[in-house]
């Protein structure tokens, strides 16, 4: 039965739009989804994540001139 969950959890991950991922960053994903889904990871924590990376590509950005 988990197997059947995982595969049906990977089938809409994995969208015609993101057949590129490589397994390493699918799997980060699933576990990722999965530590959301039973509490692990808060709603704060992953804003705070989203928003520190986002942080971070906008100083990527102007290091680029």
């Known amino acids: 039965m988990d197997v059947e969950?995982?595969?049906?959890?990977?089938?809409?991950?994995?969208?015609?739009?993101?057949?590129?991922?490589?397994?390493?960053?699918?799997?980060?994903?699933m576990c990722f989804g999965d530590w959301c889904r039973v509490g692990v990871v808060?709603?704060?924590?992953?804003a705070?994540?989203?928003?520190?990376?986002t942080e971070r590509g906008k100083g990527k950005e102007k290091n680029k001139d």
């Open 5 to 29: 969950r995982s595969f049906s959890r990977g089938r809409i991950l994995i969208t015609h739009l993101r057949n590129r991922l490589r397994a390493p960053s699918i799997r980060a994903l």
């Open 48 to 53: 705070g994540a989203l928003k520190s990376a």
């Open 42 to 46: 808060s709603d704060s924590e992953l």
